[in-house]
């Protein structure tokens, strides 16, 4: 095995290659938020549209950046999964409850056996919204005129989808997973870059749960608004 490869498969190297790569994710996640948060301007989609054929003007180089951004997914949920493995390999016992310092089931212990789970769905909710949104096989895209040109109607796709009782309730499902993954990922992110002393780990928790809710309610609202609203 060469070193790297070596340095990577060890505990904290995998440690390390999923918190930059969740880190990497989670400003994707912040990104493409702000960026779908222009679906709530009522304005028949111009805004939403006008920002989609944004990365339109990218050129090629938008298919580097879409290739990089696979690689680092395909990384985490790699790592994850071959992580979780080794770790019940290697602790057969991990079915059994842990306990916290009063006695009582750990919470903590709880949230990261629930990475795999939530990880899984999500991994599942990815591959389904980019065919949906990304590669568009699921309903088609018309196209829109912007300045003279060309471009895909995105805002007329994700309100067609988004009219589905059932693709707004597999999007708010989703988002319940992503809410739990995040929660325990940015602390355990913060934990594993050595970047938390143990009197900061009630505001760093607390800082998680904020950073989880607000992106989860903010892409929960979407389909939501969309719904019943639009
Ligand atoms: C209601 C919530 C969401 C909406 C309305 C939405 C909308 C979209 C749209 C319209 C696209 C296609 C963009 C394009 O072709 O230019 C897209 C792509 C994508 N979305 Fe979302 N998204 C949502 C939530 C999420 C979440 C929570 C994640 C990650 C956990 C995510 C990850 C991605 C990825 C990885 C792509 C492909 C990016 C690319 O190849 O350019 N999306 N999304």
Redesign the pocket.
């Known amino acids: 095995m060469i070193p790297l490869k070596r340095a990577l498969s060890s505990p904290v190297g995998r440690k390390f290659v999923m918190s930059i790569s969740g880190i990497a ?1 989670v400003l ?2 912040i990104v ?1 938020l702000l960026g ?1 948060l222009t ?1 709530y301007v009522p304005d028949g989609g111009e805004t939403f549209n006008r920002y ?1 054929a944004g ?1 339109d003007a990218i050129g090629p180089a ?1 298919y580097v950046i ?1 290739l990089g ?1 696979l690689a680092v ?1 395909v990384i985490h949920i790699g790592w994850g999964i071959t992580t979780a493995l080794k770790n019940r390999k290697a602790r057969p016992d991990d079915y059994a409850v842990s306990v916290n310092s009063k006695g009582g089931p750990s919470n903590l212990s709880l949230a990261s056996k629930n990475m795999i789970v939530t990880g899984v769905a ?1 991994g599942i ?2 591959v389904v ?2 065919w949906h ?2 590669i568009r096989k699921i309903y088609v895209a018309d196209n829109t005129e912007i300045d003279g040109q060309q471009h ?1 109607d ?1 805002y007329a ?2 309100h067609t989808a988004f009219s589905d009782p059932f693709w707004v309730a597999f ?1 708010v499902g ?2 319940v997973f ?1 809410g739990f993954h995040l929660r325990h990922g940015f602390w355990s992110t913060l934990q594993s870059l050595g970047a938390m002393k143990p009197e900061w780990s009630k505001g760093i928790y607390a800082l998680g749960f904020l950073v989880a809710v607000v992106l989860t309610v903010g ?2 609202g ?2 939501l608004y969309i719904y019943f609203l639009a």
Do not use: D, S, T
């Open positions: 994710l994707f996640v493409h779908n679906l989609a990365f938008l879409e951004l997914i999500l909710f990815l919204h980019i949104f990304r895909a995105l796709l994700v999007y989703a988002m992503f892409f929960m979407i389909p």
